[in-house]
């Protein structure tokens, strides 16, 4: 019995299905509550620097009003780092998330989204249009497809605001320090108080900004992946 040629060819393979990866979401709500938590106490504390501001002013330079100063200065610095830390994470998953709500042709990536707080110049407009991507593609009212369509709709008042107040009250930072570092004499010490208390004020209404920015990115975000 002949046996059967081979067959140069086997038979068709079956299709393969294929396979669609899809960004997972991860949820924003734990750190934004956390962090909305952290500004608010920097807030408070902004505030209880004012307050003892006044009191050197109103009572003179004196050794125990020095040190109030000091220990006040010294927390404002402890809650402000264990914030802005916070904040890079929560911001680093919520332009993460933007993926799985379909957004594409994103002008960063999550680690640069970031990374440019610390580039000095571009650290000046960068992180603002970052943050402005991950306002826009989190709006459960708007549609984010491949159409690049959702990029043009509003970045709205309350985000320019947290931005513009987020320079000035560095850049009063930048003078509060130098000022009292260069503060030798009673008198210069007093002036740099009141440097120091515009800047405390301007850090209260920044961080208010922040905690609302913070919350409403998270309310977005959340509902939107519902």
């Avoid at 019995?1 to 393979?13: D, N, R, S």
């Avoid at 110049?121 to 709006?139: G, Q, V, Y």
């Amino acid at each position: 019995m002949q046996e059967p040629l081979p067959q140069p060819f086997g038979p068709p393979a079956a299709p393969v299905a294929s396979i669609t990866t899809t960004q997972p979401y991860n949820s924003v709500a734990t750190m934004g509550k956390i962090l909305m938590a952290l500004l608010g106490i920097g807030a408070f504390v902004d505030l209880m620097s004012i307050f003892f501001s006044g009191l050197q002013l109103s009572s003179g330079v004196t050794a125990s009003s020095e040190m109030q100063q000091m220990m006040i200065g010294l927390l404002q610095l402890l809650v402000f780092l264990i914030t802005a830390i916070l904040f890079l994470f929560w911001m680093h998953r919520a332009y993460s998330n933007l993926k799985s709500f379909g957004a594409t042709d994103l002008g960063f990536s999550p680690g640069w989204a970031i990374g440019y707080f610390f580039v000095p110049f571009l650290n000046l407009w960068k992180p603002f249009e970052a943050m402005s991507e991950i306002w826009k593609a989190s709006d459960p009212n708007t549609r984010v497809d491949a159409s690049g369509q959702w990029k043009s709709a509003a970045t709205g008042a309350l985000l320019n605001a947290w931005w513009i107040m987020w320079l000035v009250s560095n850049i009063a930072g930048q003078v509060v320090m130098r000022t009292s570092l260069e503060a030798d004499q009673p008198a210069e010490v007093l002036s740099a108080t009141r440097v120091a208390m515009i800047a405390d004020l301007l850090g209260v209404f920044s961080a208010i900004l922040a905690l609302l920015v913070v919350s409403e990115v998270t309310r977005r975000q959340e509902e939107k992946h519902r």
